[in-house]
């Protein structure tokens, strides 16, 4: 039966459509739920600002309650679809062994290959226009990863998975390396159930934490998070938390690592995800010798380039500061011992104390 330009559309049909559509697309699932959230969505929302675990990122608290009201973000919304993607490139070295390797330097899996909000919203946007095409008018708009939208709780709601301990989405069968989007639209889709949690006693999640983050079940405070820590906070790592980042200098997978339903995670079909540049197993002291221009070029495309020049320098000089110490640490630190600018300058000095040199 089709659902196509009908004035009265058949809509558990056309979801059905929009769920093939989405594996087409390379979607692993799409699932459906109504655009609002219960109260206790705001009202977790609300604790969690007035905690402050928001740390810098004031867009949360700017945006306030309109994360859990969709219908706000789209005139008329009624249904949200939530997508998975997944990320992990099979080809990717062991995170553990990396994570081992005082001298390597630890880049989140999801983050070893293109910009995943461009390819996912691209995907979404290819969504939404077989979706323009089929029914018509079509109120809509897409998100991944965008402020304004509270898409673990919606894609919970909707039974993609559901919120782990780590805040994150699960899922039972396909564990959490995903990325999520959503299309929020003014259709009456017929909305999926949402799924049981499956984390039961474990804490798996909440003990390996390396930075004690995840401050109480389903709560973490950014501040403390080393994903935060090292992409959104502008400023340097705090030095309290410096030595527990250990050769963490983009993101952190652990909590994730740690979960036992990641034994069942899904690499991705998706070559923009694959692994460039060899980023899955490349040394701290290699990335802190690219030059500016060398940084620009490689991480064109790449989530990391977001995040600036000076900032990663940062962030790979507190790794150096946890390495093992070696005549070519110490080099390649006293080399920038002096950089002018003191979100690198700082850091790398701290990184020399902690080798035992006073750079003078
Ligand atoms: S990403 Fe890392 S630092 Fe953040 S909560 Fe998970 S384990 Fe902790
Ligand atoms: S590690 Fe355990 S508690 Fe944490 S998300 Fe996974 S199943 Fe839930």
Redesign the pocket.
């Known amino acids: 039966m089709q659902a196509s330009n009908s004035e009265n559309p058949n809509y558990p049909e056309l979801v059905r459509q929009i769920k093939d559509w989405a594996r087409e697309l390379g979607f692993a699932d799409a699932r459906i739920s109504r655009a609002e959230l219960p109260a206790e969505a705001g009202e977790r929302l609300v604790a969690w600002l007035e905690a402050g675990y928001h740390g810098e990122m004031d867009y949360m608290a700017r945006h306030g309650q309109l994360r859990v009201r969709p219908a706000e973000l789209v005139p008329g919304a009624l249904s949200v679809v939530s997508l998975r993607m997944h990320y992990w490139p099979a080809e990717a070295k062991s995170s553990d062994a990396v994570l081992a390797n005082g001298n390597a330097a630890y880049i989140?899996r999801y983050a070893l290959g293109r910009d995943y909000h461009k390819v996912v919203r691209n995907r979404l946007q290819k969504l939404a226009d077989r979706l323009a095409e089929t029914i018509q008018p079509l109120g809509y708009r897409v998100f991944t990863d965008s402020a304004p939208i509270a898409e673990v709780a919606l894609a919970a709601q909707a039974g993609l998975g559901w919120r782990g301990k780590?805040?994150?989405l699960l899922n039972k069968g396909q564990g959490s390396l995903f990325f999520l989007g959503e299309l929020v639209t003014d259709l009456p889709l017929p909305p999926d159930e949402s799924e049981a949690e499956h984390c039961g006693r474990c804490t798996r999640?909440l003990d390996?934490?390396?930075?004690?983050?995840?401050v109480e079940p389903y709560t973490?405070d950014?501040r403390?998070?080393?994903?935060?820590?090292t992409i959104e906070l502008k400023g340097a790592i705090p030095e309290p938390l410096r030595p527990l980042i250990g050769n963490?200098v983009y993101?952190?997978?652990?909590?994730?690592l740690?979960c036992p339903w990641n034994r069942f995670a899904v690499h991705t079909a998706e070559p923009d995800f694959a692994v460039r540049h060899g980023l899955d197993d490349v040394s701290l002291v290699e990335l802190f010798g690219w030059s500016e221009n060398e940084f620009k070029t490689r991480m064109a495309g790449s989530p990391i380039y977001r995040i600036g020049y000076l900032k990663w320098l940062s962030n790979i000089a507190v790794g150096l500061g946890n390495a093992p110490t070696s005549d070519v640490v110490i080099a390649v630190l006293m080399a920038r011992a002096d950089h002018p600018d003191e979100l690198v300058r700082e850091p790398t000095r701290w990184a020399l104390a902690r080798h035992g040199v006073e750079p003078g």
């Not at 390996?208 to 995840?214: E, K, L, N």
């Open positions: 989140s780590h805040t994150l999640c390996v934490c390396p930075t004690g983050a995840i973490v950014a403390r998070c080393i994903s935060y820590l963490r993101g952190c997978d652990d909590c994730q740690a």
